[in-house]
Nanobody, 122 residues
Framework: QVQLVESGGGLVQAGGSLRLSCAASGRTFSRYAMGWFRQLPGKEREFVAVISWSGGNTVYTDSVKGRFTISRDNAKNTVYLQMNSLKPEDTAVYYC???????????????WGQGTQVTVSS
């Protein structure tokens, strides 16, 4: 069992930066791929980024490549999403998730955080 708690969201102007954190409980954190997803009201949850259990492999959705960086610290049971050059279209609730398979499919993740709001003003 893994419990996830996100933090670091907020209101930022376009072009600014935020760093999201996701703290995990449980001893098995390092066994899971960790993903970040985002969701707007009335829309499906969409994939943002994923990092392998070792941190050696990362994948990003095209719209955030070069602006967002996912990383993890297994000693601290924490995964991060550094978001730079933010745009109004990045506004959403951001969720972290843990899964054995990883990838961009929501169904691959068994554990989810409660989400943190990111709002980018123009």
């Amino acid at each position: 069992q893994v419990q996830l708690v996100e933090s670091g969201g907020g209101l930022v102007q376009a072009g600014g930066s935020l760093r999201l954190s996701c703290a995990a409980s449980g001893r098995t954190f390092s066994r899971y791929a960790m993903g970040w997803f985002r969701q707007l009201p009335g829309k499906e949850r969409e994939f943002v980024a994923v990092i392998s259990w070792s941190g050696g492999n990362t994948v990003y959705t095209d719209s955030v490549k070069g602006r967002f960086t996912i990383s993890r610290d297994n000693a601290k049971n924490t995964v991060y999403l550094q978001m730079n050059s933010l745009k109004p279209e990045d506004t959403a609730v951001y969720y972290c998730a843990a899964g054995g398979v990883g990838g961009g499919n929501v169904a691959n993740y068994a554990y989810w955080g409660q989400g943190t709001q990111v709002t980018v003003s123009s």
